[in-house]
């Protein structure tokens, strides 16, 4: 019976394999066998820009190129470090009582597979629209907290909590959004070219960006559903070592030393926390507050301060996140180092005029959007993208009549296309989750044409 039960199964696996499922298992291995570590492929990213600037940018010797390497490597390096901070404080933040209690609450709600997917997409695509940090912290220690309730297949669960995430572009913290929207801004280019800038609701309550918004949410987990893995294929996390990994052991000895004392003086902890907020309620008098990365990084700080309580127990955490910060300190330098080439050679300017050449009234969105996806490959931050493209679309756009929130919101939708196959913001949530990319990027390619199809046709048709 066993070998006749094997035979059948051998038989009915390839057509069980056909389709989207089978196209999905075909991408997971070649990604698994093919792609290398993500330290490598900013390496390999590095090398094929450095060689696409000698060939076809107008300043591409092998001199700019250096320099511009040199330069842009650590011009990033404080905002590399700023996300670092922005990891670990929040993953600090997520293992106090309040917050673990609170995730493993609404963790507990799924009770199969499907349903565990379905949350976490919802929750890590929610965070993200009101904060690309905070949902890409959550997102994945929500999928660690679910990963040890549920029996599932821990990189497809990551894979759909970073589809989730990526519609971040669309939300509130998008950075194309925010520079195009502050007036005064030497990054905002919009103003500088028409003379005006583009009020956030033109960019969030378009058609052109919350239709896409809609319409993923509801394709990308039946996307997810029909790609996941069969029973026999599954690669479920050990939940007793998410568990150990995730408990903060403090020391319950009371201090009998002036040391003792001090490291367990929750007082400690509070004058900093009032530091901060008073900081917070000046800016908020003044009319000045503002929620950008410096800000976020403070808000989890004190938080985390508050529900640690002590300073012992607070550095005990920081200590235990602080493993997820090394691949971001080593590898978004590199990436600022390809930022600085393509911008100083000219090879951004290169590509981006290629698409514009051929665009018309009606295509131009849609192309800058293309140009944005291939763009991002090289330049995978917001901000820095945008620098990038920015003063080659918005002249055109003013140029062929087409709208300015147009072609923004088509840059920042392949900006979040683009993360489904470029690696480095599923680097951080890789560290967090625990989880190697091979599997993950498997499944996001497959994502990556579903969100492809719906925004680009969003683009043409509205």
């Not at 039960?5 to 999905?24: F, M, N």
């Not at 250096?66 to 011009?75: A, C, I, L």
């Not at 410096?294 to 996140?321: C, K, Q, S």
């Amino acid at each position: 019976m066993e070998k006749a039960s094997a035979a059948a199964s051998s038989i009915d696996r390839p057509v069980r394999s056909c389709g989207l499922r089978g196209l999905t298992r075909v991408c997971v291995v070649l990604v698994e066998k093919v792609m290398p570590d993500p330290f490598v492929i900013a390496i390999l990213l590095t090398l094929t820009t450095c060689i696409l600037a000698m060939a076809i940018a107008p300043h591409g010797d092998l001199g700019t190129i250096v320099t511009s390497w040199y330069d842009g490597v650590f011009k990033i390096a404080s905002f590399a470090f700023l996300v670092a901070l922005t990891l670990v404080t929040g993953h600090a933040l997520s293992t106090s009582k309040p917050v673990a209690m609170l995730l493993r609450r609404v963790a507990s709600i799924p009770t199969t597979a499907v349903g565990a997917m379905t949350l976490t997409f919802f929750v890590s695509m929610v965070g993200g629209l009101l904060n690309w940090a905070v949902g890409l912290v959550v997102s994945a220690l929500f999928a660690r907290e679910v990963a040890k309730r549920v029996k599932v297949d821990f990189a497809w669960l990551v894979a759909a909590a970073y589809a989730g995430w990526s519609l971040y572009v669309c939300g509130l913290s998008s950075s194309i959004a925010l520079l195009s929207a502050t007036q005064g801004s030497p990054l905002n280019v919009i103003e500088k070219v028409t003379g005006s800038v583009l009020p956030m609701t033109d960019f969030l309550f378009s058609p052109l960006n919350f239709v896409p918004v809609i319409a993923l949410a509801v394709l990308i987990p039946l996307v997810f559903r029909v790609m996941k893995p069969r029973d026999s294929e599954t690669i479920a996390a050990d939940p007793k070592r998410l568990i150990q990994e995730d408990t903060v052991e403090v020391s319950s000895k009371r201090p009998n030393t002036i040391a003792g004392w001090l490291d367990n003086g929750w007082v400690l902890n509070l004058i900093l926390v009032a530091l901060g907020l008073g900081y917070i309620v000046k800016k908020l008098v003044a009319g000045s507050f503002t929620m950008d990365l410096n800000m976020l990084v403070m808000i989890f700080l004190m938080l985390g301060l508050v529900t640690h309580w002590t300073p012992r127990a607070y550095l005990t955490a920081i200590n235990n996140a602080a493993r997820v910060a090394g691949p971001v300190l080593l590898q978004f330098p590199i990436y600022g180092g390809i930022m600085g080439v393509m911008t100083v050679t000219g090879l951004a300017d290169v590509i981006a005029q290629w698409f514009i050449s051929f665009s018309t009234t009606h295509t131009l969105p849609f192309w800058s959007f293309v140009s944005s996806v291939l763009i991002s490959m090289f330049v995978p931050s917001a901000g820095g993208h945008w620098i990038v493209q920015a003063p080659f679309v918005v002249p055109a756009a003013q140029h062929l009549g087409v709208s300015q929130h147009a072609v923004a919101i088509s840059v920042a939708l392949g900006e979040g296309v683009a993360d489904m196959i470029q690696p480095m913001w599923v680097i951080p949530l890789l560290a967090i989750a625990g989880v190697g990319m091979g599997r993950v990027m498997g499944f996001t390619v497959i994502i990556f044409f579903a969100m492809f199809a719906v925004m680009g046709a969003t683009l043409l048709l509205l």
